[in-house]
Every structure is written in structure tokens, then in C-alpha cells.
């Protein structure tokens, strides 16, 4: 073999695998849509349009199988059946250009801060940008942290050439730890606290000779480091000790990549090397699983899509022939070649993917798009001129912005119109980088916004000193991803010598609002969600029938996402059918609704006092019912690892762990005394917190479900709530501490001690609280009151900042003082978008003004205590509500 190029690599998106299902490889990696031996809850082979328990998982995280007969309903931003705009979706537009000052070699944006762009250069380099505020909030020169430490081969090989380049930089999946893998011997990983704050965390010697990649996974519910080199080895490590936990040997050459991924809880490595060769590897040290060749033979990198369901690569040959490939995972074999490349390419080609629709390569001094489900090349953009033969290339998580390498040692900053838009949110806010180390000093619940320059002061307002943002789950048992999280320009730094008051909406014409159109009258709504795309809002009524409205691409609404600007349709299938819940022996008065929506937007659970059922939500049509009454369901949610695990609460005050896949209930959680009002899981914790009429907030184990810890609401003073008062639960985002919300108060819990971090309840005479719910960023706290009144809390210190008075949003004409919103809904994008729920069936959408972009101001410290007691300003409507009681 000739002496291969320096490695670099492609800025492939998160962790992926082959889990390449060939005859010769063990059953647990073959792909999870294989039917299981096991009894499941799937379509019954010859009858498109009914479930069996005999065929495959649920599996709601993956597609389920549509029957061949119905075509998928076009759900704008869904999938692959969305309306399509390239223009709209695909960032080609120059946003910014950025001066590295050496050669850009390997970038990552951050997972959740969609605007922090790690950099690692040709000269060891790191640098950590704020591409919106175009500030180098850090750089730092390639040293070793411990000569000492280091083994005399590598000790020799920095005397002979001290030149160093970094093959890798990568954020975690929580972003708050990034590894670097350098060419010669060594990886370092560092903290991030926000803004400037980077720590040394840890220095290890790898590999003997170059570290070519470099990637984390939680095998275990571990974080670990995986790293592969010029040594031909694999090898994982601890990262929190170090400690080296594997070693995998068994290619012929040098391992190129490196590709972590996991299907239905089975860890996987795969590895790429210089021969071509594809490797597969479990977490026991046997040996590697499979033996295949990629297209092209020598470097070549792997990726799935961003929800782990299609598996891509991107390789180069020595004579420059270059393949971009999907693979059949269950064959091992190649699905579909991309066409488009120069012959030969110019270099070693970078890829990454997007949007679970888009595949993107830096080839020929430009960048070439194409769309997955079509080999064609769908376009091109050169960046107006300027870049390097082979740029490198990485998509940010929602795929809005695209960084790229370019001449004179530049970076290009590509946006699409949503990318422009969270630009020049920054343009006339400069860094303060004193604000940036006072901020880092404070308490946070969410260091990692920290990091956007143009808001460092205010986005390090938070509780926890970490932030492993995985999911939120919501109130009404959604376990949606925050990958697609927009982030929120924060609140400015407030002129202490200018007073602060609190902004009150009082005409429609402060902010803008919508009521859904109504075709089909129901009494009240009392649950409300919207989808995980953002173009549409579900809703559960009390006669048990489901509402859902779509929002449709248009020249007045681009994206085609839920807005106040654009009126929705309520959405029926051709069939005319509508989608209600199993009502046999129910008395609907009485009944307690609720309902989990899948991942992918295509199924509904739901339940209003009799049997759960499960809908198609493209058809409308009723799958399956199980789990009749008594005891009836009065609250779901699925497990964040296992979509065929469901926490089920029970009107008989127990939880049910149900298996769908084997139609079982695995576990029954006894602690409460009163009917299950709110159940939510923390990926990070491994626990549910559940909560129930009776006040009373439990911790479970979601691996032994045994209960850890539970404790009562501590009702404040002069308020005595009625009998059954619902009590819900909700994650933040960093899946540490929790939000609970009673009609008595409003408060922010630490998970692990059950402690009450943050207190707000209103005034003995206010109005209750109906309902409440963070922000998609967990930066506000939305919250809905008996009175109609509609409040926003700043989650930092759960102090009112905006609220909104029911004639901002409901006719003069109505005067029946029983109307009143009972569920609060947050869109799953745009932080400063909310729904209501009411009581006489309507739905409506609140967003600020444009030209405000947000919901006031956050009140300043001195304007209130922002302990763990009550602050605690009136809501009603009577009273300027300027101070704190």
C-alpha cells in the first residue's frame, strides 16, 4: 500500500453503525424491523389494516409500516412525504465568513446551541466560535497537559516532529464535554461550562501513532470515548475516569472511523479501515461481528440519519473515485449509489446529512446536495467562490446552518432563510466577555446556552452545573427529542438604572393570536400537543374525540409550521372517519382523558376512561384497544429508551409498566393514594417521576422500579386546594430537575434529592392554576389560570414577566365567566410559540409581536427574592401586579 493522506474526516452527523443483517452475523445485530419471535403489536400479514400480536415490535420510535393501500398524508416537515422547497430547506445563502487564521480540519456545532461551532485545525488548534455574533470566544494552541505522564515513544515522537493536527473535534451528546483526537498518540476531552469557561478534563494516550477518529457512546448508560488509530486498534474508554474499559483487534490496517449506534438496546461500534474493510463490534471483547468492504476500499465514513433509521456512507478510493452510498442494513448490501461526484474527486470527500431528508458532500470547490430518496443530484452551491477542492463540511443539529471549510484558511457560514433569521438575531448584540465569567460563576440550570456570545449573561441563568440535554417529556406524556430546538435569542442585559416592569397584554393588538377554526363542536379541550414536527396541533376533547389541525406550506408561510400569522386546517381523512376514544360503559364526566403521541408524529395512545387505544394518525384509524377498566388509565407515557415500554397511571392511584411487544404488564408501582395525574422519565437519570392527586411527587428506578424517593406538595399559606387537584410533572431540559404544577403553585424540583429549588403560588384571593408547561429551551415557564389569565414565568428565578389578560384573546361579546383556558402547550421549535386549550372547545395560538420577539423582560434580581420560597405576584385581574407580595 502506498502511503495513504493525512486521515481527516467528513463532519458525519452524531453516532452511526451498519447494524448490516448478512447470514453470518449473530441475530442481535441484524436490523430491528425483523419480526421478532416474541409476541408484538404490528399488522397481521394479509390484513393491511389490522394489528396482530404475533409479528413485529411497536417500536413507535421507528416507522411503523403503513398498510400498502394508504398513502402517507403529506405532513409538511415530516419525513420524506413533506412539501419541498430546496431554496427553503437547504442552507446555500453566505452568512458569514470566518477567519481561522490555519487550516480548518475537522468542525462540530454544538448538539442544542445551534450557533457554537468547535474547530480543530492542521496545527493542533481548537477554537470555539460564535458564529451568530461572529466572536472567537476561545482558542487554544496544541500542548500536552502532562509530558510526564507520556510513554517514551511518544515523548520521541514530539522531539522529532512537534507538528500536530487534529483528526476530530466532537461535542458529547450533551454537550457538555468535547473530545479531540490529534495525529499523533493522544486525545484530550474538555469541559465546557459556557461562554469562555473551557476546562482540562482529561489527557489520554490512546493509540501508538495517529488517533484517526474519535466518537462517545453510552454503552451501559456509561458515557464512554471511542478512539481508533494507526495502531489498527479500537479502543474504549471511561469518560469520566479515563480508564480504558476495551480494546478491539482484528483489522488488517489503519482504522479510518469509527461509528457508535444502538438499535433496540443493543450496543454496537462499527469501524472503518484503510483496506476498505467494514467491522462490526459488541461491547464483550469477542471479536468483530461482520467482515464487509466498502465501495471504493480505502477511506470511507458511515452515518445514519439523524432518527437512526438509514445508514450512509462516504468513501474515497486511491485513484480519487469517490461513492456516496445507503446501505440494506438487514443484506449488508449497498441500497442505492448517489450520482454526481468528479472524476476523480480531488481529494478525500466530507459528508454529512440533515433533516433526515438531505445527504450533503463537499466535492470539486463546492458543496452538492442531494435529497435521500433520490440518486440524482438534487443542487450545488459554490459559496460565491473561494473554497478548497474537498471543503469539510458540518450541517448545525437542525440543519439550518452549514459551516465550510474554505481558501486562506476561512470558514464559510451557509444559512437557509430559518439560518438568517437566528443570525441576525445576534448582529446588534456584541460579546461582552466580562458578562460571559460573571454568568459562568452563577447558579445555571442550563450552562451550554451560555456559550451563544450575543446572550451570555443571560443564558447561563439556570439550576444544574451540567446540562445533558436528551428529551423533554412532556405533560401530556410526550418524550419528544431537543435536537430540532431552536435556540431563543435571551433576555438583554438589563440597565440596572432603568426600572423594570412587568409587560402586561391587554388588546389583541399586542401580540398575535389565533383561534382554530372549528368544524366540529366539542365541549372542552383536555389535552393539547403539538406534533414533533411543528406543523401541527392535536388536541383530545371531553367527549373523547381527537382534533388535529394542520398548518400547509404557502407563499404566507414557508416552513408550513404551526404560526398565528397563518390559519391552520382541521385536518380529516377522506374517509370521513374521526378519531375517538373507546367510550363503552364510560361516564364521560367523570372520566380523566390522556394521550402519547409517537416520535415520529404518525400514532397516537390515547385514552378518555375506557380501553387505551392506539391510532393511525394519517388515517385516523383505531389499530388496536387494550387494557380494559377497571382500573382506567388516566395518564401514558413512553419509556425515552423503549417505545414498546409504557408507564401507564391508573385511576386506582398505581403505574403500570406495560410491555406492548409481549402484551404484558412487567411492573406495578404502588405509592400514591390518589389517581396518577403526571408521569415523566429523565433519560440521564434512568428515572420517572410520577405524580398524583394527592399532592405527592415519587422517584422511581426505571431499571428496578423501586421506588427511591417520594414527597408531598408543601401547600402555601391560605391556600386550600379542592379535592383530586391534578398535579403534573415535566423535565427540563437538562433532565435534572423538574418542573411541578399544582392549582396552588408553580415549582422547580432537583431529581435526585427531591428538592424544591424555585417556588411561585398566587395570592390567597387569585385565581388557580389550571395548567402549565415549560418552553421547547426550558427558558419559560407558560402558565394558564381559572380567570382566563395566561402568564410567563422566566424559569432562572420563576418570576412573572409577561402577562396576558383574557381580552387579549377572547371577544368582547363573551361574558360567561366560567371560559377559561385547562392545558397550555408549547411548540416543540420555537420557544416563544404556546396554545390554549379552553373550556368551550376552542384552541388558540399565541405568538409576540414581531417586532418584540419575545414575551417581555426578565425581571431583574432586586425586583424579588429568587430563592426556593414563594414569590409570589397576584394573577388576577385586578391589580398592577408590579411587586411581589
Known sequence: MSNPPPVTHPAVSGGGAIGLGGPSIPAVLKHPRTPPTNPSLDYQSGDPDHISKRTRPLGIS????????????????????????????????????????????????????????????????????????????????????????????????????????????????????????????????????????????????????????????????????????????????????????????????????????????????????????????????????????????????????????????????????????????????????????????????????????????????????WDMDNIQLLTTTDADGGLIASPRIRFNKDGTLMAVSANENSIKILANSDGIRLLRTFESIPFDASRAADSASKPKINPITAAAAAAAAASSAGLSERTPVLASSGMNGDARSLGDVKPRLAEENN???????????????????????????????????????????????????????????????????????????????????????????????????????????????????????????????????????????????????????????????????????????????????????????SNVLNVLVSSGADAQICVWDSDSWERQRSRFLPMPSGRTPIALSDTRVQFHQDQMHFLVVHETQIAIYETTKLECMKQWAPRENAAPISHATFSCDSQLVYACFLDATVCVFSTLSLKLQCRISPSAYLPSSVSNSNLHPLVVAAHPQEPCQFAIGLSDGGVHVFEPLESQGKWGTHPPAENGSSSSGPAAPSVGQSGSDQAPR
Not at 502532562?146 to 451528546?173: E, F, H, T, Y
Not at 450496543?267 to 461491547?283: R, V
Request: proline share 5%; net charge neutral.
Open 62 to 369: 421507528d416507522e411503523m409500516t403503513l398498510p400498502v393501500n394508504v398513502l402517507p398524508v403529506a405532513f409538511p416537515g415530516h419525513g420524506h412525504v413533506q412539501a419541498f422547497n430546496p431554496a427553503d430547506d437547504l442552507p446555500k445563502a453566505v452568512a458569514r465568513t470566518l477567519n481561522q487564521g490555519s487550516s480548518p480540519m475537522s468542525m462540530d456545532f454544538h448538539p442544542f446551541q445551534h450557533t457554537l461551532l468547535l474547530v480543530g485545525t492542521s496545527v493542533g488548534e481548537i477554537a470555539l466560535w460564535e458564529v451568530g455574533s461572529r466572536d472567537r470566544l476561545v482558542l487554544r494552541n496544541f500542548r500536552v497537559w502532562d509530558l510526564n505522564a507520556c510513554s517514551m515513544p511518544l515523548q520521541a515522537a514530539l522531539v522529532k516532529d512537534p507538528g500536530v493536527s487534529v483528526n476530530r473535534i466532537i461535542w458529547s451528546p450533551d454537550g457538555s464535554l468535547f473530545g479531540v483526537a490529534y495525529s499523533l498518540y493522544i486525545i484530550q476531552i474538555f469541559s465546557y461550562h459556557g461562554g469562555e469557561d473551557l476546562r482540562q478534563h482529561r489527557e489520554i494516550e490512546a493509540h501508538a501513532g495517529g488517533v484517526n477518529d474519535l466518537a462517545f457512546s453510552h454503552p451501559n448508560k456509561q458515557l464512554c470515548v471511542i478512539t481508533c488509530g494507526d495502531d489498527k486498534t479500537i479502543k474504549v474508554w471511561d469518560a469520566a475516569t479515563g480508564a480504558k474499559l476495551y480494546t478491539f483487534e482484528g483489522h488488517d490496517a489503519r482504522v479510518y472511523s469509527v461509528c457508535p449506534h444502538s438499535k433496540e438496546n443493543i450496543q454496537f461500534i462499527f469501524s472503518t479501515a484503510l483496506d476498505g474493510k467494514i467491522k462490526a463490534w459488541l461491547y464483550d471483547n469477542v471479536g468483530s461481528r461482520v467482515d464487509y468492504e466498502a465501495p471504493g476500499r480505502w477511506c470511507t465514513t458511515m452515518a445514519y440519519s439523524a432518527d437512526g433509521t438509514r445508514l450512509f456512507s462516504c468513501g474515497t478510493s486511491k485513484e480519487g473515485e469517490s461513492s456516496l452510498v445507503e446501505w440494506n442494513e438487514s443484506e449488508g448490501a449497498v441500497k442505492r449509489t448517489y450520482q454526481g461526484f468528479r472524476k476523480p474527486s480531488l481529494g478525500v470527500v466530507q459528508f454529512d446529512t440533515t433533516k433526515n431528508r438531505f445527504l450533503a458532500a463537499g466535492d470539486d470547490y463546492s458543496v452538492k446536495f
Open 495 to 681: 440597565d440596572k438604572s432603568k426600572i423594570w416592569k412587568l409587560t402586561e397584554i391587554n388588546e389583541p393588538s399586542q401580540c398575535r393570536s389565533l383561534r382554530l377554526s372549528e368544524t366540529i363542536k366539542v365541549n372542552k379541550i383536555s389535552r393539547l400537543i403539538y406534533t414533533n414536527s411543528g406543523s401541527a396541533i392535536l388536541a383530545l376533547a371531553s367527549n373523547a374525540v381527537h382534533l388535529l389541525w394542520k398548518w400547509q406550506r404557502s407563499d404566507r408561510n414557508s416552513t408550513g409550521k404551526a404560526t398565528a400569522s397563518v390559519s391552520p386546517q382541521l385536518w380529516q381523512p377522506s374517509s370521513g372517519i374521526l378519531m375517538m376514544n373507546d367510550t363503552t360503559d364510560v361516564n364521560l364526566e367523570e372520566s380523566v382523558p390522556c394521550f402519547a403521541l409517537s416520535k415520529n408524529d404518525s400514532y397516537v395512545m390515547s385514552a378518555s376512561g375506557g380501553k387505551i387505544s392506539l391510532f393511525n394518525m394519517m388515517t385516523f384509524k383505531m389499530m388496536t384497544t387494550f387494557m380494559p377498566p377497571p382500573p382506567a388509565a388516566t395518564f401514558l407515557a413512553f419509556h425515552p429508551q423503549d417505545n414498546n415500554i409504557i408507564a401507564i397511571g391508573m385511576d386506582d392511584s398505581t403505574i403500570q409498566i406495560y410491555n406492548v411487544r409481549v402484551d404484558e404488564v412487567k411492573s406495578k408501582l404502588k405509592g400514591h393514594s390518589k389517581r396518577i395525574t403526571g408521569l415523566a422519565f
